[in-house]
Nanobody
Framework: QVQLVESGGGLVQPGGSLRLSCVAS????????MGWYRQAPGKQRELVAR???????NYDDSVKGRFTISRDNAKNTVNLQMNSLKPEDTAVYYC?????????WGKGTLVTVSS
């Protein structure tokens, strides 16, 4: 069983920045992909950013140019740098790991963008 623990959420003003981190309880080298989803109140969970073991990046169109995902295999960590935050970025952000045979999810961290 793989455990994922997110951190870095909080309250930030529009235009501000936050950095989310996700630490895995095991090596992430074997993970096919890792990434971040988010779920806003009353909406479905949606993919924000994803990085594969081969370094292929995918971003939702709404965050391109503002968010950057990175992966540190040595630290078993995936980070999401979020810049130029907007109120519509407000959501619970979930870390996930795709181990091919199974997906793993963290419990989420709340990001609130408000003045």
């Amino acid at each position: 069983q793989v455990q994922l623990v997110e951190s870095g959420g909080g309250l930030v003003q529009p235009g501000g920045s936050l950095r989310l981190s996700c630490v895995a309880s095991t090596s992430i080298v074997r993970m096919y992909a890792m990434g971040w989803y988010r779920q806003a109140p009353g909406k479905q969970r949606e993919l924000v950013a994803r990085i594969t073991s081969g370094g292929i990046l995918n971003y939702d169109d709404s965050v391109k140019g503002r968010f950057t995902i990175s992966r540190d295999n040595a630290k078993n960590t995936v980070n999401l740098q979020m810049n130029s935050l907007k109120p519509e970025d407000t959501a619970v952000y979930y870390c996930y790991a795709d181990a091919r045979a199974m997906d793993y999810w963290g419990k989420g961290t709340l990001v609130t963008v408000s003045s």
